[in-house]
């Protein structure tokens, strides 16, 4: 859809026109659903937030200032609320110490069949979600440290270690 | 010779590069999510928001009488006004940010939800009111306090709905 068509549709959703929702539904839902599968790492728990995210979008959007573009309003808010699910699990899970070798940190969950390749999604999902996230907002998404620290609620310390640890997991996992 | 081995970070980078932007769902998610919509007509105030939606609207109007008297350059007392402080601004919207999104996945009854969406919505655009002015005149403290007072009265908003009882 062309943008001057979009920015129509926006404000038909605003106005409470559902098919125009639905418009803007099938014009953004490929790249809400792709931050949410590499957020969440599961397919089943992906679509369940991207189902979230334009409830959430519908309900939010008479706020909507048209201030930014639409698809970076959805994308923000999608983050926001894979965040904010996954806030309570993943707390416990990013109180990592930053230790001199992060390998002691390493999860088994990332150590599949030896000498199988993969690609950089399927290894994201086998990441531990606090890494995973951290990964995916800095290296993917272009995240500061600080801005994942509110986000998360985590030390910017924290998210620094998480990458780094992150980086080092995917890489053994795509050297194999 | 031995070539040096890139860094994790280089070497993912082109991995990255690959990645697809976007990624269609296995399944067509609309139908359970138009079943989810909220029809917007059907929205009624709770007493304890229509008391909440009366704090924003004596916030908003002491917000607009103060802007009258800036704009109409009326000498008014102005007691230590904060310079512009644009961190402070952004740490103020985002932790707005973070609670709202905390209450988007929390279970609120459907007509709490819509009411608490309705006051965020007068309340954004009292924000967007502030910022708009004072993009247009950068420097004023006067108005840097106001989206400041605006900031803060949603982020106070949204500890007061985070306190209600869940369905």
């Excluded at chain 1, 808010?77 to 899970?93: G, K, P, S």
Aim: with cysteine; net charge neutral; aromatic share 6%.
């Amino acid at each position: 859809m062309e943008p001057d068509a979009l920015s129509l549709e926006v404000r038909r959703a605003q106005a409470g026109d559902a098919d125009a929702f639905a418009a803007l539904y099938r014009a953004h839902v490929g790249r809400i659903h792709a931050v949410c599968l590499r957020l969440e790492g599961d397919p089943a728990a992906a679509e369940e937030r991207t189902q979230d995210v334009f409830v959430r979008a519908w309900d939010r959007l008479p706020g909507f200032r048209h201030e930014s573009a639409f698809g970076t309003w959805l994308h923000r808010l999608a983050v926001n609320v894979v965040l904010a699910h996954r806030r309570t699990q993943w707390r416990r899970d990013l109180r990592v110490t930053v230790v001199e070798e992060p390998e002691l940190l390493e999860s088994p969950r990332l150590s599949p069949d030896p000498g199988i390749g993969m690609d950089l999604d399927s290894a994201m999902a086998k990441l531990p979600p606090g890494a995973r996230a951290v990964f995916v907002l800095h290296d993917i998404e272009g995240y500061g440290h600080a801005e994942i620290a509110e986000l998360t609620g985590i030390a910017e310390g924290t998210s620094k270690a998480q990458l780094f640890r992150a980086r080092r997991l995917l890489r053994k996992a795509l050297d194999r | 010779m031995t070539s040096q081995r890139p860094d994790d970070e280089t070497f993912l980078r082109s991995h990255i590069s690959d990645l697809p932007r976007s990624i269609e769902p296995a399944s067509d998610l609309w139908p359970p999510i138009e079943a989810r919509l909220a029809p917007r007509a059907r929205r009624r105030m709770s007493p304890m928001f229509m008391q909440l939606a009366a704090a924003i609207a004596l916030v908003a109007i002491s917000s607009a009488v103060t802007w009258y008297f800036v704009r109409a350059s009326v000498p008014v007392v102005v007691v230590a006004m904060a310079p512009v402080d644009r961190a402070q601004l952004a740490r103020l919207a985002r932790a707005g940010d973070v609670m709202e999104e905390g209450l988007g996945s929390s279970s609120l009854a459907p007509e709490t939800r819509a009411v608490l969406e309705r006051n965020l919505v007068v309340i954004d655009s009292a924000i967007a009111e502030c910022q708009r002015a004072l993009d247009a005149d950068p420097g004023s403290p006067v108005l840097a306090g106001l989206l400041r007072a605006a900031h803060r009265q949603r982020v106070e908003f949204l500890q007061q709905a985070a306190r209600l009882p869940r369905s």
